[in-house]
């Protein structure tokens, strides 16, 4: 159920025993809510959440849901109290304190909650605009449904919008604000677009696609402040273009949400700090999600992922390891962004290769770049293809086998890739 504030004040000081502590709502904690529900079906769960919403899909934030196609109906998970079992949700809720000794957490609706076991799932805080006229009305960052929810609103009356940072995020915000019916400038520092995410064949399309849907984009281009009144009127750059908008909509990462578990005494270094059952430096303490800085056993070092596929497999390993299991992080990360009519999936480490393999045409927006580092399979991206060969792509990076004698074939799309794959 979803828990309200208490209205007596005699309560206020009152202590919720759990046996598992989740503080967040977003992928991981309703991953490993589900992990638990599943192992422990009396497990006594408590979830606790700033969001106003109960947990819910992202990916559509930026996509249908900004432009309502979707409802808040359609994004919320099911019910987790239809899974069995006590669960108490308390939402536009935080903890405001943590105590990994006495396993005990204070709430700011004063009440507090005792756990066994507690999980750290607090995700990130979108990087602010750091330029004079940050603080205008009118920009937007996307990161809760309510964000979404705004800058669809303000869509509905803008005319000019311009898109700060030409990361996935950026690009499928920039893809909705055009399809509304609004003029869409991108300014993107680096000298092209996904820089992190894809070689430049790649970027190249994804840019042409975009330009041909009438979004305009200016790289290696910086913002260095925002003009208006007390509402965004134009963006200035470094080089003294000012660029009309009266929607401003910014996408230039996140910093992860470590606060809480620094005043702890949890070792913190670009998130918090996990091995790879995902426990955080404290017994009973662990962490999932885009906060967690984990040692990534497929490229031999530590990482911290923000997507979607590495929240639901961090939170469901986290609540295992919760719940007596000890399993080890073994997991290929994988990403994917859908802007206009093209569906790109990625995984692997895209930017640790020297060489590129294309299976397909690019020129017909359907194909699949392969990445190799000394030979080595270590990951790829695909346009607009079918998943079929993407588990082969997935055991070949893990073999970590090698594929130079191969490179002719694989850019044959009718060599069968299943073939290289040691027996």
């Known amino acids: 159920m979803v828990a309200q504030p208490p209205d007596d004040i005699s309560q206020r000081a009152s202590i ?6 989740l503080i967040g709502g977003g992928v991981a904690s309703y991953n490993a809510a589900k992990r638990i529900r599943r192992i422990d079906a009396s497990a006594r769960i408590v979830m606790v959440s700033d969001d106003s919403l109960p947990p819910y899909h992202l990916p559509p934030l930026s996509k ?8 808040e ?6 019910d987790l109290v239809a899974m069995g079992g006590p ?5 536009s809720t935080s903890v405001t304190d943590l105590d990994p000794a006495g396993h005990e957490a204070g709430l700011d609706n004063g009440l507090r909650i005792s756990f066994r076991k507690a999980l750290l799932a607090t995700g990130g805080t979108p990087i602010l605009l750091p330029v004079p006229g940050a603080e205008l009305e009118g920009i937007y960052y996307v990161r809760t449904a309510n964000d979404a929810r705004r800058i669809g609103a303000a869509a509905a009356t803008a ?15 920039a893809a909705s604000l055009r399809k509304l019916g609004l003029s869409v400038t991108v300014v993107e520092a680096q000298a092209r677009i996904w820089p992190r995410f894809a070689d430049p064949a790649i970027a190249e399309v994804v840019r042409e696609r975009c330009a041909a849907e009438g979004v305009t984009f200016l790289t290696g281009e910086r913002v260095e402040s925002v003009n208006g009144d007390s509402h965004v009127r134009a963006v200035v750059t470094a080089s003294g273009l000012e660029i009309e908008c009266d929607l401003l909509c910014v996408g230039i990462g996140i910093i992860p949400n470590t606060n809480l578990a620094s005043a702890a005494g949890l070792e913190i ?32 070092r530590r990482l911290r992922a923000e997507h979607w596929g590495h929240a639901e497999y961090s939170g469901q390993l986290a609540a295992r390891n919760m719940c007596g299991d000890a399993a080890e992080y073994d997991f290929i990360n994988y990403a994917w962004s859908d802007v206009f009519d093209l569906h790109i999936e990625s ?18 927006t359907s194909f699949s770049s392969l990445y190799l580092n000394n030979g080595v399979l ?31 074939s694989l850019r044959d799309t009718q060599f069968d890739v299943r073939s290289l794959v040691s027996a």
């Open 378 to 408: 270590v990951g790829y991206c695909a346009v607009n293809q079918a998943p079929k060969e993407f588990a082969t792509y997935r055991r070949l990076i893990r073999s970590h086998q090698p594929l130079s004698d191969h490179v002719t």
């Open 87 to 91: 669960i108490d949700i308390h939402l």
């Open 347 to 364: 995984a692997g480490h895209i930017e640790d290769h020297d060489t590129v393999i294309v299976r397909g045409n690019i020129s017909d």
């Open 64 to 71: 249908e849901f900004l432009r309502g196609e979707q409802s």
């Open 269 to 300: 270094a670009n998130g918090i700090v996990v091995d790879h059952t995902m426990q955080s430096s404290a017994p009973d303490i662990f962490a999932a999600g885009d906060v967690a800085n984990y040692p990534d056993p497929i490229c031999g």
């Open 159 to 173: 005319r000019h919008a311009v898109v700060i940072g030409a990361g996935f995020i950026g690009l499928e915000v």
């Open 16 to 21: 919720v025993d759990s046996d598992y502590l």
């Open 73 to 78: 109906g359609d994004i919320v998970y099911p």
